[in-house]
């Protein structure tokens, strides 16, 4: 009688490795088909820029697998998955329709041009491509897949605590406010015209990349309300991605190359004297 039940436990968790396994290598798939295409785009606009518009979209194709993949199929716990794919299509979605709308008929992003110096598609294409595809495409689909972590465990496990579900979409809800209405009161601004020589309104007094800000939020939130609330080992797997998460947004890829550039318009400097560069602050006098 012991052996079959220690036999029925073994199964269980052979089949649930074996299901989590599936869904992993299903987003790495969906990663891999996502810049594939990205690449062939960017070599027919010059530019590899638009590697942002599909970082949303392929982390909403990701949730989306995830959920139709789910291993639970009771009512209590398969509502999880579902939930998680609805907040990150959302959040991808409006991400990748505002980067669209924003870098339309611009030229290359800055940043990208700083990283694969000296390279460029007018000098010497195929030379271009290869650095692109290894410092871009290559990191940016191997992220994709990385971020996703969250979502695959929460596809396989079960709801331990629903606090913390509803914890991690309130913190969702906060990183998706300030995006939102960081880009918002950017677009005013950029569009007023008697506006000062720096954006210094708003949630944009507080900290100098609210948008980049809200990004680490919205993935704080989703590591806990799929890994962190299906259980301590699934949440501590899958920690690293978060954590990744926040350093590639404030650091790698996101705020700190930005400031370099930023730092060389005037009025900036004395600006991000006053300004967090990162968390919410109140303004230094």
């Not at 029925?8 to 891999?32: F, H, K, N, P, W």
């Not at 295409?37 to 989306?64: E, F, H, K, P």
Request: aromatic residues 12%.
């Amino acid at each position: 009688m012991t052996g079959t039940l220690i036999a029925g436990v073994s199964d269980d968790r052979l089949a649930l490795v074996t299901q989590l396994l599936i869904i992993s290598a299903a987003c790495l798939a969906v990663a891999v088909v996502a810049m594939t295409i990205t690449a062939v785009v960017a070599t027919r606009l010059d530019r590899v820029s638009v590697v942002d518009v599909t970082w949303g979209l392929a982390l909403a194709v990701c949730s989306v697998v995830c959920a139709v993949l789910a291993s639970s199929t009771s009512s209590e716990d398969g509502w999880l998955p579902w939930l998680l794919a609805v907040l990150v299509t959302v959040w991808g979605g409006r991400l990748s329709w505002h980067i669209w709308r924003r870098s339309r008929g611009h030229g290359e992003d800055p940043r990208y041009a700083e990283l694969l110096a000296p390279h460029s598609p007018d000098q010497d294409r195929a030379a271009w491509f290869k650095v692109a595809v290894r410092k871009v495409f290559g990191i940016q689909g191997a992220a994709v897949w990385f971020v996703s972590w969250p979502l695959q465990a929460a596809a396989v496990g079960a709801v331990e605590s629903v606090a913390l579900v509803w914890v991690g979409v309130a913190l969702w809800g906060v990183g998706f406010l300030f995006e939102t209405v960081g880009d918002a009161q950017l677009a005013a601004y950029k569009a007023d015209p008697d506006r000062g020589p720096v954006m210094d309104r708003g949630l944009w007094a507080w900290t100098r990349h609210p948008n980049y800000f809200g990004d680490a939020c919205v993935w704080w939130g989703l590591w806990l309300a799929g890994a962190a609330a299906t259980g301590w080992l699934p949440a501590l797997l899958t920690l690293p991605a978060p954590i990744a998460m926040s350093y590639f947004l404030a650091y790698a890829t996101g705020a700190r190359p930005l400031e370099r550039l930023m730092m060389q318009r005037t009025g900036y400097p004395e600006y991000a004297a006053r300004t967090s560069m990162f968390f919410p602050l109140p303004p230094r006098r």
